[in-house]
T-cell receptor, first 116, second 117 residues
Framework: NAGVTQTPKFRVLKTGQSMTLLCAQDMNHEYMYWYRQDPGMGLRLIHY???????AKGEVPDGYNVSRLKKQNFLLGLESAAPSQTSVYFC???????????????FGQGTRLTVV | AQKITQTQPGMFVQEKEAVTLDCTYDTSDQSYGLFWYKQPSSGEMIFLIY??????QNATEGRYSLNFQKARKSANLVISASQLGDSAMYFC??????????????FGTGTRLQVTL
């Protein structure tokens, strides 16, 4: 029972390099999210998706792109990494509902990204 | 404006005592859900408890309860009989109702709880 799996767990990039973070979930969830976590700022939503083929911007989308070509996968891309993108990135997924029991988001283990 | 406000950056509680972690929220929707998560030092996000906007009773899950005051837009987490293993960051989150934002899940900045002997 894998749940939500993020790849990779750690990465060091040089300024200007690009990379893609992969999130995979096996719970058939409609909603998927990408967050970044920085000290004192909680989790801030970067992009999210309400279903296969759809994406939407969150609070801090600049410098990131996403794609959801398959329901189970949600990719986060950094086209030209900057030191300000040094952070811990979390992917999450949930059922398609506002609330109710069993609508909580399930999280991956996080990706620690350092941009030097 | 902040959607979720957690005003306590850090809290201390003695083992076996109860502690309340504050959370206020801002929404104009009638339908919304409130969630609390725990993040231990290992980094994973652990779901604790859920409260729906239409729920008349406060949610409870073991030692966790949610003090839901709808008119004041507050959803405070109460941890009873604190244990050393409760030391962690705690996040309050909200998912709002229909109308385009139903899928967003917004988090507060968190409260770091330290349980002492």
């Amino acid at each position: 029972n894998a749940g939500v799996t993020q790849t990779p767990k750690f990465r060091v990039l040089k300024t200007g390099q690009s990379m893609t973070l992969l999130c995979a979930q096996d719970m058939n969830h409609e909603y998927m999210y990408w967050y970044r976590q920085d000290p004192g700022m909680g989790l801030r939503l970067i992009h999210y998706s309400v279903g296969e083929g759809t994406t939407a911007k969150g609070e801090v989308p600049d410098g990131y792109n996403v794609s959801r070509l398959k329901k189970q996968n949600f990719l986060l891309g950094l086209e030209s990494a900057a030191p300000s993108q040094t952070s811990v990135y979390f992917c999450a997924s949930s059922r398609a509902a506002t609330g109710g029991k069993n609508t909580e988001a399930f999280f991956g283990q996080g990706t620690r990204l350092t941009v030097v | 404006a902040q959607k979720i406000t957690q005003t306590q950056p850090g809290m201390f509680v003695q083992e076996k005592e109860a502690v309340t972690l504050d959370c206020t929220y801002d929404t104009s929707d009638q339908s919304y859900g409130l969630f609390w998560y725990k993040q231990p030092s290992s980094g994973e996000m652990i779901f604790l408890i859920y409260q729906g906007s239409y729920d008349e009773q406060n949610a409870t899950e073991g030692r966790y309860s949610l003090n839901f005051q709808k008119a004041r837009k507050s959803a405070n987490l109460v941890i009873s009989a604190s244990q050393l293993g409760d030391s962690a960051m705690y996040f309050c989150a909200m998912r709002e109702g229909p109308g385009g934002t139903a899928s967003k899940l917004t988090f507060g900045t968190g409260t770091r709880l330290q349980v002492t002997l």
